[in-house]
C-alpha cells in the first residue's frame, strides 16, 4: 500500500477509507450530502475490484449489501439522512441476524436542511431503536479514520456499523493521509446456509434479541478504550466542553478566539457512549457545556451520568445553544459566554448590509424540460387552476412549488405525493394533478400508484421524466438503460409499469410538443380513474454535458432515444 | 502566520465548487493546512452559493465566522453584497461586476453604493465576466481570473506558482490551457 496526502472532501476521504480496508460491494441511493460516494465508485470501482450499484431506494440498497455481507463480502452502503427511514424496515432486523463481512453504513444528516425538504432530521437517534454502533466524525480525515475504524468494529462483532456524517463534514474539504491500495480483481462471495443466524423467524428472534444485547456490553467496552474518544486542551478544570461532529471544531475555534484553554472531551463515538471516560471527565467538574447540533441526545446522556458522579454540576446544552439549525462559531461562542459567564471583548462583531437583500430562489436549469410542461398544464387547467390541488415530490420537480410556477400543494417524502394524492382525491370532489420525477417514481411511487387504482381515486398524475436523477447530481436510475458502472441494461418504462399496475388512461409524450401535452392534460382531467402522462426529455443540463464531453456516453443515455 | 479567512461567493453554475477545489489543493502545495465548507444539491441550482476558504498553520473550523473575512470574493454583486456579514472594517471585497438579476433584484446601482458602503477595507469592482468573455470567449473563467487577480495583486498569501500548478491537478487537461490563460490574464 502507498500512503498519500490529498486535499479531499469528506465523503472523498469514506471512499478512500472503505478501499483501503477492501470494500468489495457498493450499494445506496444518491442524495445530499452522500451521493459523491455512490458517485466515485462509479468511476473508479471497475479498476479497484469493487462492486457498484444504485438501488432503486435505501431499503433496497441496504437489503443488497446483507445479502452480500451473508455471501462474505465486506460491504458499503450510502445514503442521505431520510434514506435511513426507508431501510429501516431491513435495518433493525440486521442488527438481530448480525452481519457475516463487515458492513458500514454512511447515513448524511443535513442541519439547516440546505438541500433537504422532509424535516431537520438527527439520524443519531437510529442508535436507540436499533442499538447499531454510531461513529460521528468531525473532519475529512476522521471521515477516512472512521471508515476504517467502522470496519473493524464490524468484523470484530458482527454488527453494522453506522457511519453519520452531516453536509459540514461530507462538503468540507481538508488534506488527509491515506493508503491508497494496489489495483485487484473482482471477487466473487460464496454464500454458506445458516439459516439459523439469517432468518428472524420467532421465537429465535427473541434469542437474537439476548444475542444483540450481550454484544452490545462487549462493544460499549471497546467504545471505553477507543482513540476515537479523546480529551484535549488542558487537563483539569471546573469548566469543560463535550462535544462531537463538526461541533467540535466550533468550539476550538471559540476557545481560541476567546483565548481560553478549557478542557473538550471529542466523542468520536455516538453509541455507545464511553460512559466511564465521560464520568471521569465529569468529575470534579462544576459546569459543563455539550456542544452537539440538533437534538439533545448527548445531553441527555451526560446528565444521566452527572447524576450518579456528580450530582452538582451544572450541565448545559440547549438551554444555550440552538435545537434548530447548524451551530458555528459565533453560536457555540455566545453559548460558552453565557454557560461559564465568560467576560469577554472578543465577540463577532459583522456589518449589516443597510439594505434588504432579496432571496434568491434555485430555479429550473435553462432549457429545463420542465420549463415546457408547468406552463402548459397551468394553461390546460384554464379557469379551473385555482381550484386544481397540486401534488408535489422530491426532486427537481420540487421547484414547482417556487415562484414563478407556485405550484405545490403539499410535498413530503420520496413518492409520497402518490398516497396523499389518493386521499385528497378520496377524501373530497376536487381535481388533483400530481407531479413526480422518474428517480422518485421508481423509489417510492409504484406502491401508491397500485393503491391509488386499487382503492379507486382519480388524480391526474404527470410524471416529469428527465431520463436521470438529476437534482442530485446525475445518477442513472432503471429508467436510463445504463448503470453507475457503465454497463448496458434494459430500460424499464413508467408507462409500461403504469399499464401493468392496471392505470387504463396512460399517455406517453415529448413535452416539446406542447399542443400534444395541453390536449393529454384536458383528456385526462375529465377521468374518473387514475390518469398518467409521461413527459419524457431528456434534462438539459445532462444533454449539455454529454455535447462537451462524449466519453460520458458509456455512463449516460444517448438523448436521442 | 493567523489564519486567513476567504469567502467565495455567487450563484449555482458559476462554477465556485471547481475554484475552491483550485484554492485548496494550491494551499496544500504551499505547505499550509487547509480547510473548505461548500453546499452541493438544491443549494446549487441557480440559487445562492457561498463557501468558506480558510489557511494557515491550523485551521479548525471550515466556516469563516462573522465579520472575520479577510477577502470576500464574489462572481455576481449582489452576492458579494448579500454576505457582507462576514466583512469587519479592513476586509477587502473583490467582486465581479456582474448581475444575474431575477424578479426584485436590487438595481446594479444600489448594489454597488451598498456595496462601497460596507467595503471599509477596500473595493476591487472588475469586470470579469465581460473581459473573459471579450479575451476567452468563455465568461465562466470569471472566477479563475479574480483568482489570478487576488494573487497577482497579493489580496490573499498565495504565490502564483502555487496555484499554476493546483490548475494542474484539478482541471482536466482539455480545460487546462484556457484556465492558465485566464488566471494569467489578470498579470497584465
Known sequence: ?561 | MKTFNLVLTGVGGQGIITLVSILDEACLIQGYDVKSSELHGLSQRGGSVITHVRLGKEVFSPMVAEGQADLIVGLETLEALRDSNFANDKTIFLVNKHSMGFPGYLSEQETMDNLKKVSKGGLHSIEASEICKKELGKDVLAGVYLLGYAVYKKLIPLQPESVLKALETVIPEKYREMNIKAFNLAKA
Not at chain 1, 431506494?57 to 460491504?75: C, R, T, W
Not at chain 1, 387552476?385 to 407556485?406: E, Q, R, S, V, Y
Open chain 1, 1 to 561: 500500500m502507498e500512503k498519500k496526502k490529498k486535499v479531499l472532501l469528506g465523503n472523498e476521504a469514506v471512499v478512500k477509507g472503505a478501499l483501503a480496508v477492501g470494500v468489495d460491494y457498493v450499494s445506496g441511493y444518491p442524495g445530499c450530502p452522500s451521493a459523491e460516494i455512490g458517485d466515485e465508485f462509479g468511476r473508479i470501482a471497475k479498476e479497484n475490484g469493487v462492486y457498484a450499484e444504485w438501488a432503486t431506494n435505501e431499503k433496497v440498497g441496504l437489503e443488497s449489501a446483507i445479502g452480500a455481507s451473508f455471501s462474505g463480502l465486506k460491504s458499503l452502503v450510502n445514503m442521505k439522512s431520510f434514506g435511513i427511514n426507508v431501510c429501516s424496515d431491513s435495518l433493525f432486523p440486521l442488527a438481530y441476524t448480525g452481519t457475516k463481512a463487515p458492513m458500514v453504513i454512511f447515513v448524511g444528516d443535513d442541519p439547516s436542511c440546505h438541500s433537504s425538504a422532509q424535516s431537520e432530521q438527527d439520524s443519531r437517534g437510529y442508535a436507540y431503536l436499533s442499538k447499531i454502533p454510531v461513529l460521528d466524525p468531525s473532519s475529512p480525515q476522521e471521515c477516512y479514520d472512521f471508515t476504517k475504524l467502522g470496519y473493524e468494529i464490524s468484523e470484530k462483532f458482527n454488527v453494522p456499523v453506522i457511519l453519520r456524517s452531516t453536509t459540514r463534514v461530507a462538503h468540507q474539504r481538508a488534506p488527509v493521509v491515506f493508503d491508497a491500495p494496489d489495483k485487484r480483481d473482482f471477487k466473487k462471495g460464496n454464500f454458506v446456509k445458516n439459516p439459523h443466524q439469517f432468518s428472524t423467524m420467532p421465537p429465535r428472534v427473541m434469542e437474537m434479541k439476548t444475542e444483540l444485547l450481550a454484544k452490545f456490553e462487549k462493544i460499549k467496552a471497546y467504545a471505553e478504550k477507543s482513540k476515537a474518544n479523546k480529551v484535549i486542551g488542558k487537563k483539569t478544570g471546573k469548566m469543560g466542553i463535550v462535544t462531537t461532529g463538526i461541533s467540535y471544531y466550533y468550539v476550538m475555534e471559540a476557545l481560541e478566539v476567546m483565548g481560553l484553554d478549557l478542557p473538550v472531551l471529542k466523542l468520536g463515538f455516538f453509541y455507545p457512549l464511553p460512559e466511564k471516560l465521560i464520568a471521569g471527565f465529569l468529575k470534579g467538574k462544576k459546569k459543563v457545556l455539550v456542544a452537539e447540533e440538533l437534538d439533545p441526545y448527548l445531553e441527555k446522556e451526560i446528565r444521566v451520568i452527572a447524576k450518579t458522579i456528580n450530582p452538582k454540576a451544572e450541565i448545559f446544552g440547549k438551554n444555550v445553544l440552538s435545537e434548530t439549525g447548524e451551530l458555528n462559531t459565533e453560536k457555540v461562542a455566545l453559548g460558552l459566554i453565557k454557560a461559564f459567564k465568560i467576560k469577554t471583548s472578543k465577540i463577532f462583531k459583522t456589518k449589516k448590509a443597510g439594505v434588504q437583500i432579496p432571496r434568491r430562489y434555485p430555479r429550473l436549469c435553462d432549457g429545463c424540460p420542465y420549463w415546457n410542461i408547468l406552463p402548459v398544464i397551468k394553461r390546460a387547467l384554464g379557469q379551473d387552476l385555482d381550484k386544481t390541488i397540486f401534488g408535489g415530490d422530491i426532486g427537481c420537480n420540487m421547484m414547482a412549488g417556487l415562484p414563478p410556477h407556485n405550484m405545490q400543494d403539499y410535498m413530503f417524502s420520496m413518492g409520497a405525493s402518490m398516497g396523499i394524492s389518493h386521499g385528497v382525491s378520496k377524501a373530497t370532489n376536487q381535481k388533483v394533478v400530481s407531479l413526480i420525477g422518474d428517480g422518485t417514481f421508481f423509489h417510492a411511487g409504484i406502491p401508491g400508484l397500485i393503491n391509488a387504482v386499487y382503492n379507486k381515486s382519480n388524480p391526474l398524475i404527470v410524471v416529469l421524466d428527465n431520463r436521470i436523477t438529476a437534482m442530485t447530481g446525475h445518477q442513472q436510475n432503471p429508467g436510463m438503460g445504463k448503470t453507475v458502472m457503465g454497463g448496458d441494461v434494459e430500460m424499464i418504462k413508467i408507462e409500461d409499469i403504469a399499464t401493468s399496475c392496471g392505470v387504463k388512461h396512460v399517455k406517453t409524450l415529448d413535452p416539446a410538443n406542447m399542443g400534444e401535452l395541453e390536449s393529454a392534460v384536458k383528456e385526462f382531467l375529465q377521468k374518473d380513474e387514475v390518469s398518467i402522462i409521461v413527459c419524457r426529455h431528456v434534462c438539459a443540463l445532462l444533454e449539455r454535458r454529454l455535447k462537451s464531453n462524449p466519453d460520458l456516453g458509456k455512463f449516460y443515455i444517448n438523448p436521442q432515444i
